[in-house]
């Protein structure tokens, strides 16, 4: 299981319901998906993700959870596709180029946070 | 209580231009007088200006290249970028590499003949070794909302997505307090000469020898004038640009061959009558510098040659480059600031 992937919706659909599991009042919101159409996400990460949503809406001092995802890699190169469509829907010519995104690091969500507790492998590993 | 003195150009309003997060000179040399080490200092920076803020390190004994390929006196050996303190610890901060000197990488990069020529036995430093990077990112510091990039001639905030210019020279004249510097846009000009890069390992924008003297890196025709034309920036004096650049002509340089076609560059060499390899220039490069009026029949138009103090004395109307700029005194776009130490 640990090379599975889960599917985006599926994904989700597992931290709306790990916020709510035994307090369903409490609110959750998800940022930083909303550019995904399909997406397979690592399962291995989605269970641990799982556990912290769930373990910080248990909190009685929480009223309602984030859950925030955002390059961890604050650069980030793009393939880019240029394409001429003709009438018919065919293309008649495409151009392939990159281009490279800067992106905030974590700090800036992590404002006015009283305790930080880094859960992430060193870079390169998983 | 010890404190370190660094120069400070605080985010906000000068000649109208946003400075859109707090950017800090470092000499070494008042780190070592305040008894700490380069780690301590960045940290102590950060935490006293508590914003987000770029911090570059300097070595005024080293030397380093303009993207155009001009050797100057002074360097940037670290970059940092810091938010509310922190520091990311993957990609916060990045040291420049130390270039060694060897026969062989001047014949590979031939604007090197004036570091053998005028600065021989300094230390050049220009990019890092994309081998001290975590991964390969770009010349690219980031925490937070703060980003120092380009080996930290340019900063922005990602958040508020305003960005700001510092070409190295202006730099130099902060950090030191020296003459004045423009603060104005980075216009039509520059934009374009910002492309007009040299062949360089461990350059400031590029980790390989990517583009040579006569090409162009922007490759994008009349849209090169358009990228960074309404970007505020701090450049030099023209009269410092201007100085460098004929110190590299007389070192030899040829502009198109072994320094950067720039439009500074060309300029300066029109009229100081030194020789230039248009021929050299590519046609992609050609395109760019005439979207900005600087076509081969203005090149060798024929004009009587300047002396240097003539040409110093003319550089503003001489040299084109930067909109809407004002000079003012570097001691007061930089003030002098005290950082507490604990």
Known sequence: ??????????????????????????????????NLKSA???????????????????????ERVELIVMPRVPETM?????????ADGSSPKAVVDVVNILHPTEEVELENCREVEDRRPAIGRH | MN???????????????????DIVFVDKRDIAAAGIDDDKAIRAIAGHLNSPCGINIFDLDAVTTTSDGIMIEGAIVEMTAADRGKINADFGRLSMARIPYSEEILALEPHLKQWKKRYPGRALYRGPNPATKIIPVHNVVIS????????????MNIVTMEEILLPILGQMQCLKGEGNVLVGNTGAVISVGIGMTVAEQFGRVFPTRQFKAGET???????????????????ADKAVLAGYIMNALDDGCLPGRD????????????????????????????????SVGINRAFLEERVAPLSRPELLARADELIPGVEDARALPAAEVARAVEIPLA
Request: glycine fraction near 8%; charge should be positive.
């Open chain 1, 1 to 34: 299981m640990r090379l599975m992937h889960t599917k985006l919706p599926e994904f989700i659909a597992k931290m709306k319901n790990a916020a709510k599991k035994g307090q369903p009042e409490k609110a959750f919101a998800l940022r930083g998906l909303e």
């Open chain 1, 40 to 62: 397979k996400m690592q399962s291995l990460r989605t269970g641990r993700i799982e556990e912290a949503v769930a373990e910080l809406a248990s909190r009685p001092d929480v």
């Open chain 1, 78 to 86: 793009h393939t880019v596709v240029i394409k001429g469509i003709a």
């Open chain 2, 3 to 21: 404190a370190l003195q660094v120069k400070l150009i605080a985010e906000g309003r000068i000649n109208d231009k946003f400075i859109p997060l």
């Open chain 2, 144 to 155: 937070g909302r703060a980003s120092n990039n380009n080996s930290a001639t340019e900063m």
């Open chain 2, 217 to 235: 890196a922007h490759g994008s025709g009349e849209y090169a004038k358009t990228l960074k034309k309404n970007i505020p920036c701090i450049v």
């Open chain 2, 259 to 290: 320094i950067g076609c720039s439009p500074a560059v060309l300029c300066v060499a029109k009229h100081y009558g030194a020789p230039m390899d248009l021929d050299n220039i590519a046609g992609r490069a050609w395109e760019e510098l005439e």
